[in-house]
Structure formats: C-alpha cells, structure tokens
C-alpha cells in the first residue's frame, strides 16, 4: 500500500507564494505520475497539474505560468511551487498517484488527505 502525506498549505496574501510537498510512502514497486488537484467550495475537483516519472508535465490552463510542479524521484515526493497566487486559487489542494506494487501489478491510483490553501488579504 501507499500513503501521501502532504504539507506546505497555509494563509498567504494575494501575489504571494507557497511551496506544496507530497511524500509517498509505504511499499510499492514504482510511482508513476504524480499529480496535484484542488477543490474550491461548491466547485468540482480539478487538475493543477501532473508529471511523469520522465518529467513531461501539464498544466492546467488557470495555473500556467504561475505555478511549477518538480518532482524528487529517489525521496518518491512531488512538488507544487505556488507563485502569484490569487484568491481564485483557494482550495483545498490534494495529491494524486499512480503507483504499481511489482513489475507487472496494476497501475494503481492514490489520494493525498489534502492540504488548505487560503489567498486573502
């Protein structure tokens, strides 16, 4: 099984930053894509952003060139720079994984519990 445990969320001012970390532990053969969404109130949960274990990565059309995702794939942990941050971007940030538990097992997703991010001044 995998575990995601995030941190980083918080209060900032409009125009300020935050940095998200995601660290998958437990015992898994790989971690394939890694991905963060988010979840305003009364809104649907939506992509910000996923890399590949190659590094290719998307970006939602709302966050791009805001926001940078980077991933550490020897500490298993993803990463979501935050810059320019608007109140728009408040939500409740989650983690997603795709994760194998031996060479040939199914590809397996995961869900962080999610980490408050509020922009407000």
């Known amino acids: 099984q995998v575990q995601l445990v995030e941190s980083g969320g918080g209060l900032v001012q409009p125009g300020g930053s935050l940095r998200l970390s995601c660290a998958a532990s437990?015992?898994?053969?790989?971690?394939?894509?890694m991905a963060w969404y988010r979840q305003a109130p009364g809104k649907e949960r939506e992509l910000v952003a996923v890399?590949?274990?190659?590094?290719?990565?998307h970006y939602s059309d709302s966050v791009k060139g805001r926001f940078t995702i980077s991933r550490d794939n020897a500490k298993n942990t993803v990463y979501l720079q935050m810059n320019s941050l608007k109140p728009e971007d408040m939500a409740v940030y989650y983690c997603?994984?795709?994760?194998?538990?031996?060479?040939?097992?199914?590809?397996?997703?995961?869900w962080g519990q999610g980490t408050l991010v509020t922009v407000s001044s």
């Open positions: 997603n994984a795709n994760w194998r538990g031996t060479i040939y097992g199914r590809n397996l997703e995961v």
């Open positions: 437990g015992t898994f053969f790989s971690i394939d894509n």
């Open positions: 890399i590949t274990t190659g590094s290719i990565i």
